[in-house]
């Protein structure tokens, strides 16, 4: 794996996506402007709300950014997780790329798989990938196109793999990546230590969401405009792993 700084990941995310044709654009602020949902912003997909639902138009239909994130209140509440575990913080850097209506699901992986592969030189053994229960899509891309085996690749429900930002709004299926850190950081305890528990040796680090829904106030789930993709990668986590901290 390539030893980098927390800047020099960054920069390698951001140039990553912008050879494939993304748009760099800057953090917003944590407090987001026109939105009652939302105490803070919480994701990067935040500023690109309205885009989603097809009633803001910008000059691009691929972007990438590095968003300033708070999370202390409201649906994505990691103020109750820090201390308990070790990989939650209230504010946060999250790494984004962004299709609104372009690329979809098989560009989405391709490209996430060669960041962690070729440009973070992860090894791929040690990567192992969730998706949405009903998403066959997303499943057969990971196994027959990224070559991911079937013992590396889990499917989970709703509460893992199915993601909105608050209770309404843009929402749909989405896909995560971990990295097995190793049996050295197993807690004994079985709950703690499975894929997708909150034990030290899987550390989800890459959330690729397709968005495809608009979940209304009564909880119905409206197909959006045009399906779009809506990614998060923690850079402190990230950064933990490639410096093994």
Known sequence: MK?????????????????????????????????????????????????????????????????????????????ENVGFTARHHTFFEMMG??????????EAIAWAWELATKVFEMPADRLHVTVFRTDDEAYDIWHKEIGIPKERLYRFDEADNFWSAGDVGPCGPCSEIYF????????????????????GRYLEFYNLVFMQYNRDN????????????????????????????
């Open 218 to 245: 009564a909880g119905k789930l409206n197909p959006l405009p045009k399906p779009s993709v809506d990614t998060g990668l923690g850079l402190e986590r990230t950064a933990s792993i490639l410096q093994n901290v």
């Open 3 to 79: 030893k980098l700084s927390v800047v020099e990941i960054r920069e390698a995310f951001l140039k990553h996506f912008e050879s494939k044709g993304c748009q760099r654009v800057a953090s917003a602020s944590l407090v987001p402007a026109n939105d009652p949902t939302l105490l803070f912003t919480s994701a990067g997909m935040v500023q690109f709300k309205d885009v989603f639902m097809g009633t803001e138009k910008r000059a691009y239909t691929r972007a990438t950014t590095a968003q300033k994130c708070l999370r202390a209140g409201g649906k994505h509440n990691d103020l």
């Open 180 to 199: 097995d850190r190793g049996e050295s950081f197993n807690t004994g305890n079985a709950d703690l230590d499975r894929m997708g528990g909150d034990g």
């Open 97 to 106: 790329n962004f299709s609104f209506g372009d690329y979809f699901k098989k």
